[in-house]
């Protein structure tokens, strides 16, 4: 069974500044898939990052990076350079790789917002 | 040149109706799903169909009833509609259905509204 949490149900962030959402999570998987989604107020999902449990180096894209700390069970994400946009709620959501329910286990949220 | 495409955006019918959301994509994938969303923004998975294959169906009433007549499609059909079934409706599709690196791209999803 896989299980994600993020205790953080609202955040705020000042536009230009760094932050960092809280995602722990915990799978009985040997491998698994960690990713990020955003949904702004208009209601899609949008992806953002992935990590592979094995991956050696944090995943990065863009302003987004992971703070993987696989011993640690954690996988937080970390936005530089905030900006207005990206108000939204965040999303962290596990895959098993290679037994189990192959769909996506999400975590309850974090509604960020940006403050100019 | 939409992805995953959902329709209808919003549905608003009776208690007791019978309705039917549709979702389409044109990726090549050869994954679907179907995720819903509730009132406190939860994500749940509902079924999941690799090659028009079931391959995840879960603790939901079989009053829910999905269809996948290819790969691109994915249907939901909803029966006797309950005040609970209230939600937002997320179709997703991906590839390579032992390969979970590859991220799952979602519709815009069905707001569905049970008077």
């Known amino acids: 069974a896989q299980k994600i949490t993020q205790t953080q149900p609202g955040m705020f962030v000042q536009e230009k500044e760094a932050v960092t959402l809280d995602c722990t999570y915990d799978?009985?998987?040997?491998?698994?898939?960690l990713f990020w989604y955003k949904q702004p107020s208009s209601g899609e999902m949008i992806f953002l990052i992935y990590?592979?449990?094995?991956?050696?180096q944090n995943a990065t894209e863009g302003r987004y990076s992971l703070n993987f700390q696989k011993a640690r069970k954690s996988a937080n994400l970390v936005i530089s350079a905030s900006q207005l946009g990206d108000s939204a709620m965040y999303f962290c959501?596990?895959?098993?790789?290679?037994?189990?329910?192959?769909?996506?286990?999400f975590g309850s949220g974090t509604r960020l917002q940006v403050q100019p | 040149d939409t992805a995953v495409s959902q329709t209808p955006k919003y549905l608003v019918t009776q208690m007791g109706n019978d309705k039917s959301i549709k979702c389409e994509q044109n990726l090549g994938h050869d994954t679907m799903y179907w995720y819903k969303q509730d009132s406190k923004k939860f994500l749940k998975i509902m079924f999941s169909y690799n090659n028009k294959e079931l391959i995840i169906n879960e603790t939901v009433p079989n009053r829910f009833s999905p269809k996948s007549p290819d790969k691109a499609h994915l249907n939901l059909h909803i029966n006797s509609l309950e005040l609970g079934d209230s939600a937002v409706y997320f179709c997703?599709?991906?590839?390579?259905?032992?390969?979970?690196?590859?991220?799952?791209?979602f519709g815009d999803g069905t707001r569905l509204s049970i008077l």
């Open positions: 799978t009985s998987d040997p491998s698994y898939g």
């Open positions: 990590q592979g449990s094995y991956d050696q």
């Open positions: 997703a599709s991906s590839q390579g259905y032992t390969y979970s690196n590859q991220p799952q791209h």
């Open positions: 959501a596990t895959f098993p790789k290679d037994t189990g329910r192959r769909a996506l286990t």
